[in-house]
Structure formats: structure tokens, C-alpha cells
């Protein structure tokens, strides 16, 4: 058994959420916080027979998009005195850990 931990950006949460539950994969969803852009994202935890991994990582991968977006530069936030552009960021997307189970149980 495996547990999936997939950490994605809120605007992609429903439609990962649809496909994996169209898929007959039970989730359990968290909300969470990024540190780099302190942006939300759904963290979703997924329990599985190993041999279902990739198609539960190619779900997540289909329904999670990368793209750019502009935020403040650091000078923005305070740190200096002065107006600063904004800049370019890739946001979006799905970091994926995936790790052994011992015992997993539905009660």
C-alpha cells in the first residue's frame, strides 16, 4: 500500500477532485498554505494498491496546470522603502510524495 500526497494549487483542486473520484479513488482533502507565494492550495491524500500509483499520479498530472503569474518582488513586502515591478512566477501544477503504508484501515 501506498499513501499520495498531492499538493495542489486551488484553482485545479475541483477538477482533480472530480477525476480522481470519477476514477473510483477515494481522497481526502486539506487545506493548505504555500510558503513561497503564501498562495492556497489543496493538499490531497490518497491511499492505494501500489499498482494503482501511476494512474493516480497521471489523474493528478492531467488536471493540475502550470502558469505564470505576476507578483510583488520582495521589496513590496516591506523590506525596502520603494515600489518595486512585479514578477514573473510559474505557479500551479502538483508536488507529488509518495511513501510506504504499514496498515491502513477504513473504520
Do not use: W
Not at 485545479?12 to 492550495?41: C, I, R, Y
Not at 502550470?66 to 514573473?88: D, H, I, L, M
Amino acid at each position: 500500500m501506498k499513501l499520495i500526497y498531492a499538493i495542489v494549487n486551488n484553482d485545479d483542486s475541483h477538477a482533480v477532485a472530480n477525476a480522481l473520484t470519477k476514477s473510483g479513488f477515494s481522497a481526502t482533502k486539506l487545506a493548505s498554505t504555500g510558503g513561497f507565494l503564501m498562495a492556497g492550495n489543496t493538499t490531497f491524500l490518497v491511499c492505494s494498491d501500489n499498482d494503482k500509483v501511476e494512474e493516480i499520479i497521471g489523474i493528478i498530472r492531467d488536471h493540475s496546470h502550470k502558469r505564470k503569474q505576476f507578483v510583488p518582488s520582495a521589496a513590496s513586502y516591506g523590506v525596502g522603502g520603494y515600489n518595486s515591478n512585479p514578477v514573473e512566477v510559474s505557479v500551479g501544477g502538483a508536488t507529488v510524495f509518495v511513501t510506504d503504508i504499514e496498515r491502513f484501515e477504513k473504520l
